[in-house]
């Protein structure tokens, strides 16, 4: 699957919007990539992940266990596992912090994956890198459908992507007028309260 393909699958799903948006970073973008839009169809999830598992395997070899930051993370997390013939766990935020929960645990001398929806600034990724690596396993690399980042946002470790763009982001009082004329809307889930 080329970077083209995948981002005619989010355009498909109407996933690639254009606008003012509030990522969960706190910056400001005129593209949001609505991934639950993308999640929502389990054959359009399914094409993706295969492709991402088929590029993990190639990158990073043979995988045991794909650990996902909670929430966006889960859906992939558990497909590429499945497409990868590994298992799919999960770090949750417990006092402010990634932890593995519910009895999940990584075997000492298991390959890991940690696998993304979205990396913009890499701050989940390396929150969740950071809980999986108070763990046993060897952590082999990471894995996202899309780097918005365009390859800049800093993990710690080597990762692959299925697509890399190079979108703008602004600081809330740095903004281009262009985009300064919109109203900003906040689509994202980080701190959203349960």
């Known amino acids: 699957m080329t970077e083209d393909d ?3 699958e989010f355009r498909a799903a109407g996933a690639l919007l254009e606008g003012h948006f509030i990522l969960s970073s706190g910056l400001r973008s ?3 990539l609505q991934k639950v839009f993308i999640f929502q169809d389990p054959a359009r999830t399914a094409r993706l992940c295969a492709a991402l ?3 993990v395997r190639a990158h990073f070899g043979e995988v045991d266990i794909v650990v996902s930051p909670a929430v966006g ?3 992939p997390g558990y497909e590429v596992a499945r497409h990868l013939g590994a298992l799919a766990i999960y770090v949750e ?3 402010g912090m990634f932890k593995l929960r519910r009895g999940f645990s990584i075997p000492k001398g298991a390959r890991v994956l940690m696998v993304e929806d979205i990396i913009t600034t890499g701050l989940s990724s390396r929150e969740c890198l950071a809980a999986i690596a108070d763990h046993p396993g060897t952590l082999v690399g990471a894995a996202c459908l899309i780097d918005r980042s ?3 946002a800093e993990i710690g470790i080597d990762r692959v992507a299925l697509a890399t763009l190079d979108v703008p982001s602004y600081a809330a009082d740095a903004l281009p007028p262009e985009l300064a ?3 900003p809307v906040k689509p994202g889930s980080r ?4």
């Open 191 to 194: 701190n959203l309260t349960l």
């Open 53 to 55: 598992a088929e590029k």
């Open 150 to 152: 365009g390859g800049r």
């Open 73 to 75: 993370g889960i859906i």
């Open 6 to 8: 995948v981002l005619d």
């Open 93 to 95: 935020r417990e006092d």
């Open 181 to 183: 004329a919109i109203p």
């Open 30 to 32: 005129p593209v949001f």
